[in-house]
């Protein structure tokens, strides 16, 4: 690792992620596959981030904004370990925990209880650790009723309260969320924000991307606004959001 600075913990120099694209419109998988087996699919590259480079430093709450689909969650993905960039370096010192895509580490036909052990075992954590922090769990997400009931009959709302439960339980050094808070009630954001406050004071550097901008200034120190996979403007929460908002 090679960070430039003992108080940087994540940093990506010059990253860029492509995906491939279909660039023709099918109808069916099945000419889907006629058209993969005659090697006449066509794809175009699609450049989702292109060449990014930002550091975040131990404590920061660094906050993302910008439109649907310039390139947010692939950021927080490719930060998390998730993805993979197609060119460029990333350096992250310390535990992650990610709260990316809500479910990702769920399997739905399971019940809460069966969740809660294999997501904790999905983010490290050791089943006497889990049988220690379970009835915590339970209370912060106040699905206490609904433990033995499979996930697939959850609303998002109540998933989101199970995955911030686990995902929040050790405190990690960097916590990052995307957008999760937004599909929870009232009641669940305020408790949520208190749990990140909490952590924001203890040291841990939080990564946020939300849509709500009045979350991102309360909560946010650094703020980087994404356009089209590009940086747009990086630097204090006031001045950056100022500009987003007046744009
Ligand atoms: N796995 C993927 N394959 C192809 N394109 C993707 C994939 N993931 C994201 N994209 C595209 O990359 C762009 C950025 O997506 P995303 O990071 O999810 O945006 P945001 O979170 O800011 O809304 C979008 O145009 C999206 O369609
Ligand atoms: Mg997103």
């Not at 990506?12 to 023709?24: D, I, P």
């Not at 006629?34 to 066509?42: D, E, N, T, V």
Request: with cysteine; hydrophobic share 40%.
């Amino acid at each position: 690792m090679n960070l430039d600075s003992k108080k940087v913990v994540v940093q990506l120099e010059n990253v860029s992620m492509h995906f491939n694209m279909s660039s023709e419109k099918l109808s069916s998988l099945k000419e889907y596959f006629i058209k993969l087996l005659k090697r006449q699919l066509f794809f175009k590259k699609y450049v989702a981030i292109d060449n990014v480079s930002f550091s975040i430093e131990k404590g920061d709450v660094f906050g993302i904004v910008g439109l649907n689909g310039c390139g947010k969650s692939t950021t927080l993905k490719i930060v998390s370990g998730i993805l993979k960039p197609t060119t460029g370096k990333v350096s992250v010192r310390g535990s992650i925990a990610p709260l990316i895509e809500l479910g990702a580490g769920f399997d739905m036909e399971l019940t809460a209880r069966e969740n809660i052990y294999l997501n904790g075992a999905v983010l490290g954590y050791s089943k006497k650790l889990i049988n220690e922090k379970f009835d915590e769990i339970v209370e912060f997400s106040e699905m206490k009723d609904f433990l033995d009931v499979p996930m697939k009959n959850y609303s998002s709302g109540m998933v989101a309260r199970i995955a911030f439960a686990i995902a929040t339980i050790v405190q990690p050094d960097i916590l990052i969320v995307d957008e999760i808070l937004a599909v929870g009630d009232f009641h669940f954001r305020e408790k949520c924000t208190k749990r990140i406050e909490t952590m924001m004071k203890t040291g841990t550097t939080i990564v946020l991307v939300s849509h709500d901008i009045e979350q991102i200034e309360s909560l946010c120190n650094k703020v980087m606004w994404l356009e089209k996979g590009k940086i747009k403007m990086i630097g204090g929460v006031k001045e950056v959001c100022e500009a987003y908002k007046n744009s």
